[in-house]
């Protein structure tokens, strides 16, 4: 006989790996939008958010100011969350331990 109810999947940790270079611009360019795009709405902000994208991606398409709010970011999400290609760590314990 069959249990009955919902059948849920267990999730398995995030594995540790190295952030890649389209994540990290990927965090940049979301800083960036909340930052420079607040309170625009319609096309303004889809204007805006393009233009910030654009440069989150390429350094050559951003102009002196979202040059500087771009280091800003960066600054920001490395305090945050270490330097780039660091591995992640997981907040549980070891499994196993040396004796």
Same mark, same amino acid.
């Given at each position: 006989? =069959?249990?009955? /109810? +919902?059948?849920? @999947?267990?999730?398995? %940790? !995030?594995? #540790?790996? %190295?952030?890649? %270079?389209?994540?990290?611009?990927?965090?940049?360019? /979301? =800083?960036?939008?909340? =930052?420079?795009?607040?309170? $625009? #709405?319609?096309? *303004?902000?889809?204007?805006?958010?393009?233009?910030?994208?654009?440069?989150?991606?390429?350094? *050559?398409?951003? *102009?002196?100011?979202?040059?500087? $709010? #771009? *280091?800003?970011? @960066?600054? #920001? !999400?490395?305090?945050?969350?270490? =330097? +780039?290609?660091?591995?992640?760590?997981?907040?549980? %314990?070891?499994?196993?331990?040396?004796?």
């Amino acid at each position: 006989m =069959a249990k009955k /109810g +919902p059948w849920i @999947k267990v999730r398995k %940790p !995030i594995s #540790k790996y %190295p952030e890649t %270079p389209q994540q990290r611009n990927v965090r940049i360019g /979301g =800083a960036m939008i909340r =930052a420079r795009c607040k309170g $625009l #709405k319609g096309t *303004d902000f889809t204007n805006c958010r393009s233009e910030v994208l654009q440069c989150a991606f390429h350094e *050559d398409k951003c *102009d002196i100011e979202l040059k500087e $709010l #771009k *280091d800003e970011v @960066k600054e #920001k !999400i490395e305090e945050v969350y270490g =330097a +780039p290609h660091q591995k992640r760590v997981s907040q549980s %314990p070891p499994i196993y331990s040396e004796v």
